[in-house]
């Protein structure tokens, strides 16, 4: 998994790709970018302490150059609540887009293609935030290339080699590679079992999922961990998320359970349960997100039980 003959594998993927799309039909006239996006402000409650804030205002232009290739740029305003800190405005999707057959790739930044719920878009998740587990556990963007092979609506691979310095790190000092592998099979339509591997010079990980929708019913599991060779340590966890939209109504109610834990810190296990619900005005296009969050903490008990109230506009 160190720097070598990966490199050069992604490169010689990509080229050939590239030479393949470029082969088929000549390239149309450009159309006009598109411009999508959508706001994000809270009240949060953590404690004894509150406040209102702008969890997230993101923009993205995107447009096709051939038709085989395309292109999307977005940034995101961003504040994470803490008090005095001010937000920051930083890049997420920078990347290239090749499309042909039953391939397609990816070269700049964007997700890596590991777990379900962070491959999800924040902007239409039934909760507010994303599972603490994922949070924790889940490798974020990050500037490389990956390719997806999807012969039929049942199978799709994608194999993807980046730095493994996270978002808006132009350079890859350590010249170490993050290698990462997925899976994906759809026995039926409303079904489909995820698996993924990710080995990095000093950690690996490993994640399982599966997600069903069938009627007003939403269900989604996963269970990820990450072994870290140099500190000796396991770090894993999962959750389970039900959604139920009821009949007639613009209305979804949603429960969670999640837990996290490390092998290296005894008795640190941290379980979560949260019950919310959304008023879907237009979709995901304009919605009201409510939920609560109870926290139980294997050791000392810590007053982080949290209340959360989001509006989102998206456009």
Known sequence: MRSGPLP??????????????????PPAAT????????????????????????????????????????????????????????????GTDLYIALQGGHWSGLVGQFKV????????????????????????LAPNRDIGAAAEWRPDRVLSVRLGVFNGEGPNHASNPDRKMLVV???????TASVELGGAAAGYPDSTWIDADVSARRGPWTLRSEYLR???????????????????????????VIGRVEQIDSTRIRRDRVTGYTAGAQYLF??????????YAIFVE??????????????????
């Open 31 to 90: 159309p006009a970018p598109r411009v999508t996006g959508y706001i994000q402000p809270r009240f949060e409650s953590v404690g004894d302490s509150a406040l209102f804030f702008l969890r997230r205002a993101r923009i993205a232009v995107q447009g096709d150059i051939t038709p085989w290739a395309s292109y999307r740029v977005q940034v995101e305003l961003r504040n994470l609540g803490t008090t005095g800190t001010p937000a920051t405005v930083t």
């Open 8 to 25: 050069l594998v992604a490169v010689v993927t990509v080229s050939a790709m590239v030479c393949c799309l470029a082969a088929q039909t």
């Open 282 to 291: 237009k979709g995901d296009d304009l919605k009201l997100q409510a939920s």
């Open 113 to 136: 293609p590991f777990s379900l719920e962070a491959l999800l878009g924040s902007s239409t998740l039934e909760l507010a935030d994303r599972s603490i587990v994922v949070g924790d």
């Open 298 to 315: 294997e050791r000392a008990a810590v007053s982080n039980n949290r209340i959360l109230v989001q509006m989102q506009v998206r456009w």
């Open 226 to 252: 990450r072994d870290s060779f140099a500190a000796h340590d396991r770090l894993e966890g999962w959750y389970a998320l039900g959604a139920y939209r009821l009949p007639h109504e613009p209305v979804q």
């Open 181 to 187: 592998g997925r899976a994906v099979l759809a026995p």
